[in-house]
């Protein structure tokens, strides 16, 4: 009997050490996201910047924290095989700047508001941070963040982020996908129109 108790004693123990690796594993990731989330809401909502400075210091911290080569060609599907090497470059082009004014149009909403950091899971490969954004002064405004994150040649990136249960990347193909079915799969044209919103 006193041998059963300590093979379940030892047992807890593994378990509880276990759940602690386990829930320090990804603080750098946590970090990575509170830093990023900080920073962007503060470039954003800095008024001393002209718009030009907002611009370029919110692109190079896109640029430096986002895998926007992977995320550009999973939202094109298979319409990236297809294409032509000028159609490549044309298209990454047009991405960069369409994507980043998108991301700075859905974080704007939260200038001025608070990102805490609530947690992180393992995901195959990835590591999903989950955050709140809080609006200062209140408990009852929590808009829900999660973060798909992928280590790659010791860097962490954003590959994904969803609001309130919405992949903005899984949008973001699905528009494509739509656009390009409605326009005779001419990828030209789609970034053309990736080019017009983003001036």
């Given at each position: 009997m006193t041998k059963i108790i300590f093979h379940i004693y030892v047992l807890l123990l593994c378990i509880s050490f276990n759940l602690t690796v386990l829930a320090s594993n990804f603080t750098e990731e946590e970090n990575f996201v509170t830093s990023f989330a900080d920073t962007a809401i503060s470039i954003l909502s800095n008024d001393s910047l002209s718009d030009t400075e907002r611009t370029t210091s919110f692109t190079e911290l896109v640029m430096s924290s986002i895998d926007l080569n992977l995320i550009s060609k999973f939202v094109l599907s298979k319409a990236w095989k297809n294409a032509s090497d000028e159609q490549k470059e044309s298209y990454l082009i047009?991405?960069?700047?369409?994507?980043?004014?998108?991301?700075?149009?859905?974080?704007?909403?939260?200038?001025?508001?608070?990102?805490?950091?609530?947690?992180?899971?393992?995901?195959?490969?990835?590591?999903?941070?989950?955050?709140?954004?809080?609006?200062?002064?209140?408990?009852?405004?929590?808009?829900?963040?999660?973060?798909?994150?992928?280590?790659?040649?010791?860097?962490?990136?954003?590959?994904?982020?969803?609001?309130?249960?919405?992949?903005?990347?899984?949008?973001?193909?699905?528009?494509?996908?739509?656009?390009?079915?409605?326009?005779?799969?001419?990828?030209?044209?789609?970034?053309?129109?990736?080019?017009?919103?983003?001036d």
């Open positions: 047009a991405f960069k700047d369409y994507f980043v004014s998108s991301y700075a149009n859905k974080l704007d909403q939260y200038a001025g508001e608070k990102v805490d950091v609530i947690g992180s899971q393992e995901a195959g490969k990835y590591v999903i941070v989950e955050s709140n954004i809080v609006r200062e002064g209140t408990d009852t405004l929590k808009i829900n963040l999660k973060w798909r994150l992928l280590s790659k040649d010791n860097q962490i990136k954003i590959i994904d982020l969803n609001i309130e249960g919405i992949s903005l990347v899984i949008a973001q193909r699905e528009e494509f996908l739509s656009f390009l079915a409605n326009n005779d799969y001419d990828l030209d044209k789609l970034i053309e129109k990736l080019v017009s919103v983003s």
